[in-house]
């Protein structure tokens, strides 16, 4: 029997040997490759907290202690050890266990969290509401080196410091992003001993030293990095108010242990700083923690992904991109620690000047763009739309309001899949359909995706392109020249005298192939790609009335400000039949993409039925 199987309740780890913890590490760390294996997920994150993970259950008490995981995506040896063990396997499949913490799945999951730097001010949250209901627990917030990066875990820190509340800081210091480290706080963290202000006082120090003759050399260097060592490592923290402690090894357990049981006792803020090694524990992960950071499923013994290879939307733009950058200097790339993900990382190689990844900040990254902009640049910003919603004021204020022609491209847009409620793109063309000066655009293909950003650049005022995850329905080409659409200007795709569909988007192929189906039954069926939400084709909704006045909408995003209702807007008063297929007014679960699609009508069958409701209805 193993050492999980006896641990029949969260708390019983604390009666597990402390000399058998490191073989239970093991056994939780061979669990989640091996659903992950099959799942896909975050793993190389969660293999590198498996030792702070089994530290934190055995020295609080997970039943009443708080513990706020940033991300999320480390998460999964808690979910382990709490009450999921018999449900893993069910790891980000459609009504099974989500890949993030959250409170409706489990007590034992304090809060929900999907985006990053959200666990200091969380923690902190946690902390006043305790001391003012006069309860009893501890907070501890789990932070990565990459999330600290973000603008929020500083406002975090220093209310934090100013309070002065009970609470305990995990800095999980792996020494990597979710890509390559950027920044100036991420040279502070990798490299802690040997950042430029300290070398010249190290070198000044030693000049001044190496006069007393009574010291060797040796002696002198030692001296100084011992002092070196004592003053800088946790000098920011503490002069925001929290008391520092390390850097130790994160996957010492014993000295994790011990460490954690005296800083629980601490008055305060304290700030714990660990190293640890992303993927632990799992040779390809551990060599290349990039692309284990999230991935489909894979073979364990080789670590090759099993998934078919399709060209993707994203990888459409990073060609895309770098073809129009060849001809074109005055453009520049920005992203926010996602150049993989976003498909900016070829573009970085080929023109590292005119790129930038400023870390997990999308608001400063817009804001950056804009200024780039005003400055007489070509900035197109690559960031995930779920991401981009925190970066919605700088798009209203800094961009918008003074109609800087900033290219925002906002990929994984719609059903993202898995990965849930936290990052499907469901709200984008909701939020940015009301903001004036922005034109939103929507590729209905790979290539519609090459020509809007062509047009994009073009352009004196500021747009957006969404985009879904995954592959498109056409093989896109980047021999030819792209063309420069006509702004605002849909494209009647297929003509139809007895309804008509009207699509924006990745939903174009799934319409026709609706209306085709539908012909071969006798009826009659055109299909409208809108392609842009802003600004939008009025006059075509207007002609569709000359030979029907049933319509159905399909959009892959919320229907709540979404296009379907700009057409009934549109077509008000006039007596038109109008059904919208789109997202709910809920957060949508994960399961594959597929799957949600056809759960919410967008499916053939279901864009059949809704056009044979409307013909029959009187």
Known sequence: MSIMDNISSPNAIKIVKKDLLPDLAQEVRQEIIETVSKTGGHLASSLGVVELTIALHYVFDVEKDKFIWDVGHQAYAHKILTDRKEKFNTLRQYQGISGFPKISESKYDSFG?????????????????????????????????????????????????????????????????????????????????????VKKIEESV??????????????????VKRFKTILFPGLMFEEMGFTYVGPIDGHNINQLIEILTKVKEFKGPVLLHIVTKKGKGYKPAEQDPTKF??????????????????????????????????????????????????????????????FFDVGIDEAHAVTFAAALAAGGLKPVVAIYSTFMQRALDNIIHDVALQNLPVVMMLDRAGIVGEDGATHHGAFDLSYLKYIPNLTVMAPANETELQDMLNTALTLKNPSVIRYPRGSGTRIASFQRDFDVLEVGKAKLEKEGKDACIVCLGNVLQVCLDAAKDLESKGVSVSVLNMRFLKPFDEQAIKDVLKYTNKIITVEEGSLIGGMGETVKSVLSGTGAKIYSIGLPDKFIEHGKQSLIREKYGFSVENIEEQILKLIKEV
């Open 113 to 197: 969290a999907g985006h990053a730097s959200t666990s200091i001010s969380a923690g902190l949250g946690f902390a006043v509401a305790r001391d003012i209901q006069k309860e009893n627990y501890k907070v501890v917030s789990i932070i990565g080196d990459g999330s600290m990066t973000g603008g929020l875990a500083f406002e975090g820190l220093q209310n934090a410091g100013t309070l002065g509340k009970d609470m305990l800081v995990i800095l999980n210091d792996n020494q990597m992003f979710i890509s390559q480290k950027v920044g100036v706080l991420a040279g502070y963290f990798a490299n802690i001993l040997t950042a430029a202000g």
């Open 206 to 223: 030693l000049k001044i030293v190496s006069k007393l003759k009574f010291l060797s050399f040796n002696s002198i260097k030692k001296l």
């Open 293 to 354: 950071h999230g991935i489909g499923p894979f073979d364990i013994e080789t670590g090759k992904t099993l998934s078919l290879k399709k060209v993707t939307y994203t990888e459409v733009f990073s060609k895309a991109i770098v073809k129009l950058a060849q001809k074109d200097e005055k453009i520049v790339a920005i992203t926010a620690a996602m150049p993989d993900g976003t498909g900016l990382k070829d573009f970085s190689k080929k023109y590292p000047d005119r």
